[in-house]
Every structure is written in structure tokens, then in C-alpha cells.
């Protein structure tokens, strides 16, 4: 009977570790589908007020005013984006004013490179949780 237990404790929390990273890369993927909410069309003008650089990217705090509202973010790009005190037009997601995009219709300010790594990673942990279910499916079902 003892036995019987520790293969059900053990099948649950291996599973369960499993569908984690499945649940996880799912979650990183739905990110991706596009969706008229998640994208940056309008217009704005902001105002570099800090800028700096790493590693060949660019860094540049930014702020700027929405319909009233203070935001400040900070941009990342490969090409310098200006200097302290220029102005930068960027496009604001008019539904979460938070969301910007240097590039028109953009969804959240990625890249394309780092898009694509982000789906990769994605798919491998959603290959890495089914391998980890198989195993234990497998292991416990002989």
C-alpha cells in the first residue's frame, strides 16, 4: 500500500512539473497573437531626458503626456535614438497608454530578433514539459 502512495505522490508532483513549463511556454506564445487592443497606433511626441548605452543596444528614458497623464519608460534600440533633451515620436497604445512602440504598429516595443527568441524559448519549454510528462506517463503506466 505504501508503495501504491509513493507512486501516486511521486506521478502527481513529477506531472505537475511537467505542465509547468508546458503552461508557461503557452502563456509566453499567447503574447503573440495579435489582437487590436495590444497595438500602438497613436502618435506622441516625447521627451528624451536620459540616455545611455550597453552591449551595442541604445538606452534612452523617455517621458511623455497622454490625454493629461505623466508616463515615463525607458527605449531600447540598435540605432541612437537622440540625444538629452530631443524629441522622439513614438506611438502610444491608446487602450494602455503604458504600451509604446518606437515603429508604427508594433505590438509592445520588441524587436524582431527578440521576438523570435521568445517563441523559441517558448516552444521549447512547452517540448521540455511534454518530454517530462511522456517520461513520467511512461515510467508509471508499465
Not at 503573440?32 to 543596444?57: H, L, N, Q, S, W
Not at 503604458?98 to 504598429?105: G, H, T
Not at 516595443?109 to 521568445?118: E, L, T, V
Request: net charge positive; proline share 5%.
Amino acid at each position: 500500500m505504501r508503495e501504491f502512495w509513493l507512486r501516486v505522490l511521486a506521478w502527481t508532483f513529477l506531472t505537475a512539473t511537467g505542465w509547468f513549463p508546458i503552461l508557461v511556454g503557452i502563456a509566453n506564445l499567447v503574447r503573440y497573437i495579435p489582437m487590436g487592443k495590444r497595438f500602438c497606433t497613436e502618435p506622441v511626441t516625447a521627451r528624451i531626458i536620459d540616455t545611455g548605452k550597453f552591449a551595442g543596444i541604445y538606452y534612452c528614458r523617455i517621458h511623455y503626456d497622454w490625454n493629461g497623464v505623466y508616463y515615463e519608460r525607458t527605449c531600447r534600440s540598435r540605432q541612437p535614438l537622440g540625444a538629452y533633451g530631443d524629441d522622439l515620436t513614438i506611438y502610444v497604445n491608446p487602450r494602455f497608454p503604458k504600451e509604446i512602440s518606437l515603429y508604427m504598429v508594433l505590438s509592445i516595443d520588441m524587436g524582431p530578433a527578440s521576438r523570435r527568441s521568445d517563441i523559441g524559448i517558448s516552444i521549447g519549454l512547452i517540448l521540455f514539459g511534454m518530454l517530462i510528462v511522456w517520461a513520467v506517463v511512461t515510467t508509471f503506466t508499465e
